[in-house]
């Protein structure tokens, strides 16, 4: 009696000291990616023949809280990397024993401002990378996607294929309470702090300045670069997306905004100026009109 007394007393001991279990599961991250100018991410969309999975595009020049629509996946890509007007699409790995491996870029219609996919309806077909190993991670260097998988080289995309990227430069990826900003404008990293909190560090030479501190979302979210600015991005269901912008200098974090879709035709971007060279038009109109009849009166004084 005794001992089993003491047994559970020590059993209570320990249930008392264990850590308590967090009051919400961990959202896993929001796959997206960013060059500083273009943004991009996957948010789910439910259809009745299933879940689709949307690849959103928001660019600086926009000019608004907007995004492209600029392709349905069938299922969630494992990466994006994003340099310039092109984003990569790493796959998971499939029962074929690779992970396969897309493109797509962007282009602005110079009349509207609204940018379109290319190639239109589908997307650019790579070779494929091996299945093995966990993807570490995926970036852009020299116009092409690099990636590192657990127990192999950092591999790059050549022109016949995958070669050794051992000799890139490329960084390898911080540890797991840390990771980089995509599209920083100054390097910078995202920090997991205690109570899903966040921070937003820049990286200097001398060591780290924190920036801003947010509450980490409920769902999957990313934090990108866009322009000199941070956005934290969250999926809003049904294939639409949000954004909260964090100020680059006194780390403002503002109200979440939805990003509606981009104008389809001229107003946003090309109203004002339009508008201006008719009103030109017309002005210039009316001058010659009364000049001419100020000549006709003059002509018949005489």
Known sequence: ???????????????????????????????????????????????????????????????CDCVHEAFVLPERPEALAAAEDRVWIVMPAGPAGRRDVYSLSVQRNPATGAYYSLPPGRLEIHPSLPAGGELLSASVRGGTIEVRRSGAKPEALGASGWIDASDSGAESPDPPFSVSVPGAARRARLVRLDSGMRAIEYVTGSGVVRLAEFEAPSRAFAVLGVGDRFGIFVPTGEGGAAVRWVDPVDGTVAPQQVLEPQPADATTWVCLPVLAVMAAGAFAGLAARRFLRLKSSVAERR
């Open 1 to 63: 009696m005794i001992q089993a007394a003491f047994v559970a007393a020590i059993v209570s001991c320990l249930a008392a000291t264990a850590p308590s279990t967090p009051s919400r599961a961990e959202a896993r991250p929001l796959v997206a990616a960013s060059d500083g100018v273009h943004a991009w991410m996957v948010v789910e969309r439910t259809r009745a023949a299933g879940t689709e999975h949307v690849l959103l595009h928001h660019a600086e020049p926009m000019g």
